[in-house]
């Protein structure tokens, strides 16, 4: 419920006297004095205020009628309406014939000045709530009920979306500042601040977009986005939650195994993100083994990472790695006798993989 308070008070008053040539008072809605030109009169009780506010009408005061009144001046005396709900009152002092006119403009400024705050007050409790909303229905544990608040918000919880996280970098970057840019420039979209310089932004499904492209944007505003995960997109709200746990998963992922990359998809990601969230369960951990064993071994590491990324092309990896083929050869062979997997064997292949995607670089 909307109260008039004293800052916004003295700020109709200083606005009207800028202009006026008269005092102009403010008074809240028990009759009391709580924005004045003359300072000494606040937070006292003004008698035509209490007229007002006991018949909901206009009072106006003559020189006559002051006098015959305690600590009373001439003045019109209006009440301050806002939504067919009386809040408050404005009084213009001086000669009800000379004031009147002013009057009635100050009390229309006054009442507008009051609804463009009551719309600024409900305009953040909507926005806070919304955040409030989503952050219990995607990253915690809302119940369902929720949703048909979201839908009373106009959040719209049953559209398709796409769950995206972005990491900011270092701690200068406004993530508010972030999410109302990318709501404002996209449609139905939620942005909600995570853990520290994380920023889940559920963008609502449309036509392609260029997320390289929104990388240079970020640069452009000046946010250093140290990097960008995203996920497919999702029928319900239900998929949507898993996307941002999986999400967070890539991001974790690409920070100890992937430190360069700035933007990663999860659809080619999905298998080692997968074992990357269960790398320290025990079927895990005996899956990375091989890797184990190749610790401290950075040359032959950086032949398998090689080795995969060119999917066992040979001429192609020994190029990239700047040596003969017959090189390549026998640094796998080694791998095959440090490791006890045969790169060269479809099963053990795949162990030394997802052991290598399991294995944080140092």
Same mark, same amino acid.
């Given at each position: 419920?909307?109260?008039?308070?004293?800052?916004?008070?003295?700020?109709?008053? +200083?606005?009207?006297?800028?202009?006026?040539?008269?005092?102009?008072?403010?008074?809240? %809605?028990?009759?009391?004095?709580?924005?004045?030109?003359?300072?000494? @009169?606040?937070?006292? @009780? =003004?008698?035509?205020?209490?007229?007002?506010?006991?018949?909901? @009408?206009?009072?106006?005061? !003559?020189?006559?009628?002051?006098?015959?009144?305690?600590?009373?001046?001439?003045?019109?005396?209006?009440?301050?309406?806002?939504?067919?709900?009386?809040?408050?009152?404005?009084?213009?002092?001086?000669?009800? *014939?000379?004031?009147?006119?002013?009057?009635?403009?100050?009390?229309?400024?006054? &009442?507008?000045?009051?609804? =463009?705050?009551?719309?600024?007050?409900?305009?953040?409790?909507?926005?806070?709530?919304? &955040?409030?909303?989503?952050?219990?229905?995607?990253?915690? +544990?809302?119940?369902?009920?929720?949703?048909?608040?979201?839908?009373?918000?106009?959040?719209?919880?049953?559209?398709?979306?796409?769950?995206?996280?972005? &990491?900011?970098?270092?701690?200068?970057? *406004?993530?508010?500042?972030?999410?109302?840019?990318?709501?404002?420039?996209? #449609?139905?979209?939620?942005?909600?601040?995570?853990?520290?310089?994380?920023?889940?932004?559920?963008?609502?499904?449309?036509?392609?977009?260029?997320? #390289?492209?929104?990388?240079?944007?970020?640069?452009?505003?000046?946010?250093?986005?140290?990097?960008?995960?995203?996920?497919?997109?999702?029928?319900?709200?239900?998929?949507?939650?898993?996307?941002?746990?999986?999400? /967070? !998963?890539?991001? *974790?992922?690409?920070?100890?195994?992937?430190?360069?990359?700035?933007?990663?998809?999860?659809?080619?990601?999905?298998?080692?993100?997968?074992?990357?969230?269960?790398? =320290? +369960?025990?079927?895990?951990? /005996?899956?990375? &083994?091989?890797?184990?064993?190749?610790?401290?071994?950075?040359?032959?590491?950086?032949?398998?990472?090689?080795?995969?990324?060119?999917?066992?092309?040979?001429?192609?990896?020994?190029?990239?790695?700047?040596?003969?083929?017959?090189?390549?050869?026998? @640094?796998?062979?080694?791998?095959?006798?440090?490791?006890?997997?045969?790169? %060269?064997?479809? !099963?053990?292949?795949?162990?030394?993989?997802?052991?290598?995607?399991?294995?944080?670089?140092?």
């Amino acid at each position: 419920m909307f109260a008039l308070d004293h800052a916004l008070a003295q700020d109709i008053v +200083d606005r009207a006297m800028a202009i006026l040539p008269c005092n102009v008072n403010v008074m809240d %809605y028990l009759g009391i004095i709580i924005g004045s030109g003359e300072a000494e @009169r606040l937070y006292t @009780r =003004h008698e035509g205020a209490q007229l007002v506010l006991a018949n909901s @009408r206009v009072v106006e005061i !003559d020189s006559h009628t002051a006098k015959q009144l305690s600590g009373v001046r001439p003045g019109v005396n209006l009440p301050l309406m806002l939504e067919n709900r009386l809040v408050g009152v404005l009084g213009i002092t001086g000669e009800p *014939d000379d004031v009147r006119v002013y009057a009635e403009l100050v009390k229309m400024t006054a &009442e507008m000045l009051m609804e =463009h705050r009551r719309q600024q007050a409900d305009q953040r409790w909507r926005q806070q709530r919304s &955040e409030d909303l989503l952050s219990r229905l995607l990253l915690g +544990d809302g119940p369902d009920s929720l949703i048909d608040e979201a839908e009373k918000l106009g959040l719209q919880p049953h559209l398709p979306r796409q769950a995206v996280l972005i &990491e900011l970098a270092g701690d200068g970057i *406004d993530s508010d500042k972030v999410g109302h840019w990318l709501t404002g420039r996209y #449609a139905n979209s939620w942005c909600m601040a995570g853990e520290p310089g994380l920023l889940y932004w559920c963008r609502a499904v449309g036509k392609d977009r260029d997320d #390289a492209l929104l990388l240079e944007q970020f640069d452009e505003q000046g946010w250093s986005v140290t990097r960008m995960g995203t996920t497919e997109q999702t029928p319900d709200l239900a998929g949507l939650r898993q996307a941002c746990v999986a999400a /967070r !998963d890539l991001l *974790d992922y690409a920070r100890h195994i992937k430190p360069q990359q700035k933007l990663l998809r999860l659809d080619t990601h999905r298998l080692p993100v997968l074992f990357w969230r269960y790398r =320290h +369960d025990w079927l895990a951990q /005996r899956v990375a &083994e091989p890797i184990q064993r190749l610790s401290g071994q950075t040359q032959l590491l950086d032949t398998l990472r090689s080795w995969f990324d060119y999917s066992g092309e040979s001429q192609a990896c020994a190029d990239a790695l700047g040596i003969h083929r017959n090189s390549l050869r026998y @640094r796998l062979e080694k791998i095959a006798e440090v490791s006890g997997c045969d790169p %060269y064997r479809t !099963d053990d292949l795949l162990r030394l993989y997802l052991g290598l995607e399991m294995t944080p670089r140092p």
